[in-house]
């Protein structure tokens, strides 16, 4: 079993995989913040309301995305195995 994760973090796919995860969650966490930016220009309290914790939670998600990408990559770089 460890020589298969060791192949797979070794493995292009395994930078392509990050990468991936990466690069989506940085463009939703771009959206949420738009949408966030934006829903302060609605007039009815309610879609506000709706907008700011939708998009709130969209950041929200995103960031984590951004984070686990980061970690990971970072860990594979300095060398520390990765599970």
Same mark, same amino acid.
């Given at each position: 079993?460890?020589d298969?994760?060791l192949?797979?973090?070794?493995?292009? +796919?395994?930078?392509?995989s990050? %990468? &991936?995860?990466g690069?989506?969650? %940085? +463009?939703? *966490? !771009?959206?949420g913040?738009?949408? *966030?930016?934006?829903s302060?220009?609605l007039?009815?309290?309610l879609?506000? *309301?709706m907008y700011? &914790?939708?998009s709130s939670?969209l950041? %929200?998600?995103? !960031?984590?995305?951004?984070i686990?990408? !980061?970690? =990971?990559? &970072?860990r594979?770089i300095?060398?520390?195995?990765v =599970?």
């Amino acid at each position: 079993m460890k020589d298969v994760e060791l192949f797979y973090m070794n493995t292009f +796919f395994w930078w392509v995989s990050k %990468l &991936f995860i990466g690069i989506v969650s %940085l +463009f939703f *966490l !771009a959206r949420g913040i738009d949408v *966030l930016v934006h829903s302060y220009t609605l007039n009815n309290p309610l879609e506000f *309301l709706m907008y700011f &914790f939708s998009s709130s939670m969209l950041i %929200l998600v995103s !960031a984590v995305g951004v984070i686990y990408c !980061a970690f =990971r990559v &970072f860990r594979r770089i300095k060398g520390e195995s990765v =599970r």
